[in-house]
């Protein structure tokens, strides 16, 4: 090949344009080679349609007018011409008027009085796309096998840029593809982040109302508790009076016997011991329960002698359970002081206490008993809270710290106190807590808590 169209050659495909994906600028960088190289003024890129039924030149440039407005022309006035690009061979024609290929263009020859043609199918991925048509005004015009071979190189290098623009269409598209799922990604993410912080807030608040629900029935408890012993010394105040006002009467009417003086003595010294002693058990219950009470609200960390406070909680607790005959034992071999959230410990043993009462035992019976274990176990205080009641079927033992997870839905049961003790005994006291049961035979729930003092 001479020199000239190999060096055209070499700087279009060195040409960093027929990479980049801007067809328009590769086709122009092409069209202009061609034209430099053979020396005409009239080239073209003719693209089929999507039935090769017709083709359009998308690039038409002329050396002396410029680029030129798209043309159309179809197999149906061109058959030959038509059935010439289907052998997708190049078509030389040095006379066009003449070839077989093209002396049906006449009317197109004349008007740009074209007098030699070349056509050189454009192909892309192995299919024919179109033609590269070469357009020369000047006579006796003939295609030299260099010039051929020229122009079928730079069909090819066409081709080559084809490829390059799909490329970057495609990368663009998963480019923006992939912002959008970034975008539909973080959307979803921040809608499932509301979420989760909508239901933690409702969880929170439910717990909340769970906790002063514990509360509550503490208070109802004791109210009844406190109740029995306020009665008895009501009664005797009654008695006191009723027997004061008959013995006034009597010390009227001057009939009082030293017999009935002594009696009435008797009598009432009675009744103010039975007054004492259960206004000093209601006194007692009040303040137990006030600790408790307290405790249950404020969570502060203090030292916290196991056995004792363990032992008055549960006198407080007493009333909870005391409907079906429960008994309630406290077991302290050492006292074993440790660094705790009192309130939230009080928490845990009330609500444990409280789901014996309910689900535990049934109905009352005098041997329905709860022990509380305290131990030493290394540097942990072991609490172990045993029941001998119903016990937990193995298949739901796994389920019951889940928050809402109750077999008592019916009895107004919210599932959330197991949940509510777990996370005390984690989160808040920084121990362990786990359930060993039996059906028919009981349960165990063990709490481990760091932290002894020695
Ligand atoms: N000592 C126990 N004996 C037998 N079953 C128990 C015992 N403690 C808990 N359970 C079971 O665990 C379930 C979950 O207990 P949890 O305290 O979380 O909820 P609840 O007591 O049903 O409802 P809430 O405490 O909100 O009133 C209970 O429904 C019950 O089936
Ligand atoms: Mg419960």
């Known amino acids: 090949m001479v020199e000239t169209l190999e060096n055209i050659l070499l700087q279009v495909s060195k040409s960093p344009i027929i990479d980049e994906g801007k067809l328009e600028q590769a086709t122009q960088l092409i069209i202009k080679s061609v034209i430099q190289g053979l020396a005409i003024n009239r080239v073209g890129i003719w693209l089929y349609d999507d039935e090769s039924a017709c083709i359009t030149s998308t690039y038409l440039l002329d050396a002396d007018d410029g680029e030129q407005s798209p043309s159309t022309i179809c197999a149906n006035n061109f058959p030959h011409y038509f059935a010439a690009l289907k052998r997708e061979r190049t078509i030389i024609a040095n006379r066009a008027s003449d070839h077989p290929a093209t002396n049906e263009l006449t009317d197109y020859l004349n008007k740009f009085g074209i007098v030699a043609m070349l056509d050189v199918p454009l192909r892309h991925r192995g299919k024919m796309i ?41 990368e663009q598209l998963l480019i923006k593809h992939n912002e959008d799922l970034e975008q539909r990604v973080a959307e979803r993410t921040q809608s499932l982040e509301d979420a989760l912080n909508n239901f933690k807030q409702a969880q929170d608040r439910l ?25 008895i010394a009501v009664t005797a105040t009654t008695h006191c009076e009723h027997r004061l006002k008959k013995l006034k009467q009597s010390f009227e009417d001057g009939k009082i016997s030293r017999n009935a003086l002594t009696q009435y003595i008797n009598d009432t010294l009675d009744a103010y011991t039975l007054m004492n002693s259960n206004l000093e ?3 007692s219950l009040i303040q137990n329960f006030k600790r408790t009470a307290v405790d249950q609200s404020s969570f502060e960390l203090v030292e916290c002698s196991l056995g004792d406070y363990i032992s008055s909680l549960v006198i407080s607790l007493r009333p909870m359970v005391k409907k079906k005959k429960v008994t309630i034992q406290t077991h302290c071999q050492e006292e074993l002081t440790i660094k705790t959230y ?29 022990d509380i ?16 009641g119903a016990g937990i079927e ?61």
Not at 350 to 366: Q, W, Y
Not at 422 to 445: A, E, P
């Open 373 to 388: 274990f305290v131990e030493k176990e290394n540097t942990d205080a072991v609490l172990r809270i045993t029941d001998n």
């Open 281 to 283: 058990r209601a006194a």
């Open 207 to 231: 717990i909340e109302t769970e906790k002063m629900a514990a509360l509550g029935k503490l208070v109802a408890g004791v109210a009844h508790e406190v109740n029995t012993p306020l009665g």
């Open 130 to 170: 179109g033609v590269l048509c070469c357009e020369s005004s000047r006579a006796n015009r003939s295609w030299t096998e260099d010039e051929v071979a020229f122009v079928g190189i730079l069909a090819d290098i066409y081709g080559r840029a084809v490829s390059a623009a799909e490329r970057v269409k495609y």
């Open 394 to 454: 193995t298949d739901i033992q796994h389920k019951i710290f889940e928050p809402f997870y109750t077999t008592a839905r019916d009895d107004g049961g919210s599932g959330l106190g197991l949940s509510i003790v777990y996370n005390l005994v984690q989160r808040k006291l920084n121990g362990t807590i786990d359930v060993q049961s039996q059906l028919n035979k009981g349960t165990t729930f063990t709490v481990r808590l760091p932290n002894i003092i020695d």
């Open 342 to 370: 009192r309130g939230a410990l009080a928490q845990v043993i009330t609500n444990l206490i409280s789901n014996c009462a309910e689900h535990a035992f049934k109905t009352p019976d005098e041997n329905h008993h709860i």
